[in-house]
C-alpha cells in the first residue's frame, strides 16, 4: 500500500471529529449494486422508476417486484470490509458517526451506533392511508413469498421509510447530518458519486468550517480538488485500515 494510506491512517488518529459520510459504492463490496456505476442499476430500462413516488402511488407492485432481489433480501448480505472498519473506528471512539446515502442498514450490522439514513430507511413500512407501519422482517417476507405488504388495519399499500424521487428528505436526519459535517474537522467520503443534493452538499458544510474532506471513490467527483487525499479503491484501502487497526489492537 502506497504512503497515502499510512497517511489516512494517521490523519484518522490526530483528528478531533472525524465522521464518514458512505454512498452506494461502499455496499457494492458487499454484493449490492450500485446505482450510477458501470453495472449500476440505472443501466437497466425503467430502473429511475423505482424510486419514483408517482409511479408507487400507482402501482405500489412495481416497486416491491423489482426491489425483491435489490432490497428484500439484505438478510443474506453481510457487511464488508469498509462497514467493519467504520464500526471498530467507532468503538474505538475514532469516528464519531457515519452519515449514509445507503438504504441496506449494512452499517447498523457491522456494528456501528451512530448512523444517520439521509435518504430514509426500509426498517420501518408505513401505510399510505392510516400510518400503521410494519417493520422490516415482515415486510421482507411477504415480498418474498410475491404478495404486496398491505396495511392489517385499513389494507393499504405499504411504503418503506426510504425516501423517493419527488419526496423531501427526512428533515431531522438532515438537521443532524449538517451538524455533524460542520463540527468536523476530517469527513471520510466514500463511495459517492456526490451528484445527488441535497445529501451532496454535506461534504461542503465541513470544508466551509475549515475541516477536511478524503475522497474514495472509483469515479471523479467535482471536490477531488479540494480533498486532503483522494484514492480510488475502497476494498484495499480499507483492508490496510483494518491491518493496521489490528496490529495497533496486538501492539
Known amino acids: 500500500m502506497n504512503p497515502e494510506a499510512e497517511a489516512l491512517f494517521d490523519l484518522i488518529q490526530e483528528s478531533r471529529y472525524c465522521i464518514a459520510f458512505t454512498g452506494a459504492g461502499v455496499s457494492t463490496l458487499s454484493g449490492i449494486r450500485d446505482f450510477r456505476g458501470k ?20 402501482d405500489p407492485s412495481f416497486y416491491y417486484r423489482a426491489t425483491r432481489d435489490f432490497i428484500y433480501n ?35 450490522k457491522a456494528g456501528s451506533k451512530v ?19 410494519m417493520d422490516f422482517a415482515n415486510a421482507a417476507a411477504l415480498v418474498k413469498a410475491g404478495a404486496l405488504p398491505r396495511c392489517g388495519r385499513c389494507g393499504g399499500a405499504l411504503k418503506p421509510d426510504i425516501t423517493f424521487f419527488g419526496e423531501n428528505l427526512p ?16 469527513m471520510l467520503v466514500l463511495g459517492s458519486s456526490l451528484l445527488v443534493y441535497p445529501a451532496a452538499s454535506l461534504p461542503h458544510y465541513t470544508l466551509d468550517s475549515g475541516g477536511d474532506i478524503v475522497v474514495v471513490n472509483d469515479m471523479p467527483t467535482h471536490l477531488d480538488r479540494r480533498a486532503k487525499l ?8 480499507f483492508e490496510y485500515l483494518e491491518s493496521r487497526l489490528m496490529d495497533k489492537n496486538s501492539a
Not at 448512523?115 to 407501519?133: D, L, N, Y
Not at 443532524?176 to 476530517?186: G, H, P, V, Y
Request: glycine share 6%; net charge negative.
Open 230 to 237: 483522494k484514492f480510488n479503491d475502497l476494498g484495499p484501502l
Open 74 to 108: 439484505l438478510d443474506e448480505k453481510k457487511p464488508s470490509v469498509v462497514h467493519r472498519v467504520l464500526a471498530t473506528l467507532e468503538g474505538r471512539g475514532l469516528l464519531k458517526a457515519v452519515i449514509t446515502q445507503n438504504i441496506d442498514l449494512l452499517h447498523q
Open 39 to 58: 453495472n449500476g442499476l440505472y443501466q437497466d430500462l425503467n430502473a429511475e422508476k423505482i424510486f419514483d413516488i408517482e409511479v408507487f402511488r400507482e
Open 171 to 186: 428533515s431531522e436526519a438532515l438537521r443532524k447530518a449538517r451538524d455533524e459535517a460542520s463540527q468536523a474537522d476530517l
Open 115 to 133: 448512523v444517520i439514513e439521509v435518504h430514509g430507511s426500509p426498517q420501518a413500512h408505513r401505510c399510505q392511508s392510516c400510518g400503521t407501519t
